[in-house]
């Protein structure tokens, strides 16, 4: 494949992964919808996948473009540099640290950056909402990590099955 095709196929890919990080970080899935903090969102299963299997550059532009427009929607305009820094580099820090084929290297890398992402979002609020904050949205960022694993490592799974190339693209 020459390098222009390529280029043009992972601006696409990567214009998709925007739009579904950022659409996808607005539906909160609830397992026990009376405790709302243990929610996740769908936005960082997408990262993750898209991270593992198209590489730290893709994985880098999703996750803070799209988080950061997510923020955006829903009106958290204050928290869209933030989000645009950390979530940029737990997309970049998993495309990493992955290899796309699945197994224990990418649920590792899936890890760290929920990891990354958890410190990221911790330390936040320890600087902007106070030591109250951090116990709160420790839980809540654990959560949307562990989610965002589980969810990754399905789509991984399915994009690998459906299409057997996607990993031709990986930068």
């Known amino acids: 494949m020459r390098?222009?095709?390529r280029a043009m196929r992972e601006m696409v890919l990567g214009s998709l992964l925007i739009g579904l990080v950022a659409g996808g970080g607005l539906l909160k899935l609830a397992p026990l919808p009376s405790v709302p903090v243990l929610a996740f969102d769908l936005g960082t299963g997408v990262i993750y996948a898209?991270?593992?299997l198209l590489g730290p550059?893709?994985?880098g532009v999703i996750g803070s473009v799209g988080s950061a427009l997510g923020e955006v929607l829903v009106g958290n305009y204050s928290l869209a540099p933030l989000t645009f820094f950390i979530r940029g580099g737990e997309g970049y820090l998993v495309g990493l640290l992955s290899t796309g084929r699945g197994g224990v290297q990418d649920a590792m890398a899936m890890a760290l950056g929920a990891l990354a992402?958890?410190?990221?979002?911790?330390?936040?609020a320890a600087f902007t909402g106070g030591l109250r904050a951090m116990p709160l949205l420790l839980a809540e960022s654990s959560a949307r990590?562990?989610?965002?694993i589980l969810?990754?490592?399905?789509?991984c799974f399915a994009a690998r099955l459906i299409y057997p190339d996607v990993l031709r693209y990986r930068s």
């Open 145 to 148: 990590g562990l989610g965002g």
């Open 151 to 155: 969810l990754g490592t399905a789509l």
């Open 117 to 124: 992402m958890t410190a990221g979002f911790t330390l936040t």
């Open 57 to 59: 550059r893709v994985g």
């Open 50 to 52: 898209g991270a593992c």
């Open 3 to 5: 390098e222009h095709e």
